[in-house]
């Protein structure tokens, strides 16, 4: 069950399929998980997979890392920008894990033209203002 700590058997079917990945250099290393329940897999720095999501150590050295979406029909090799918002330089070194690649599920809806779209409570609202009384 979801609170144990176990994980829930999935059915063959709806098993997700395996995260694929090439070598493109000597130095790259398999993506790994830092835990079982990880969200994400840290990816070393000369063999970047994907970025999405900045690892949290970098926070306290003001550095960001630039997110993206890598498309699953992607295949080149995929690289990642990273931001120093600090005053110190910032050396990346060899397998610093600076980036996550973290896999969503996706779907590709059908596209259908209205007229308008219905009305909702928030309406036209933009930014903030769901936080108003």
Known sequence: TPCSGETPAISPSKRPRPLRFARLSEHATAPTRGSPRAAGYGTC???????MEDQAWLAKHFIDVGAGVIDEDYRGNVGGVLFNFGKEKFEVKKCDRIAQLICERIFYPEIEEVQALDDTERGSGGFGSTGKD
């Open 45 to 51: 720095t000369r063999s970047l997979l994907g970025v």
